[in-house]
């Protein structure tokens, strides 16, 4: 069951997660490593699932050996 307030919102994030994570050359399982949270969380994130909360995002980022700011900086398509 998917529970997000704004779909949009939450696919938009994911995609740009998954960009970052390509860009890396990362799996979603060494991602999920690094991050040190579930890989069945990171690809309900990537798929736009999930709310994923600020302390997610902050692991995600720093996984990703890149900044809060630049995990968040994405458009949303209308």
Known sequence: MINV???KLAAALGEHIRSLRL?????????AYEADIPIS???RIERGEINATVSTLFVIAEALKTDLKTVVDFKIKK
Do not use: D, T, V
């Open 23 to 31: 860009q890396k050359e990362l799996s979603q399982e060494q991602l």
């Open 5 to 7: 307030k704004n779909k």
């Open 41 to 43: 969380q990171i690809g």
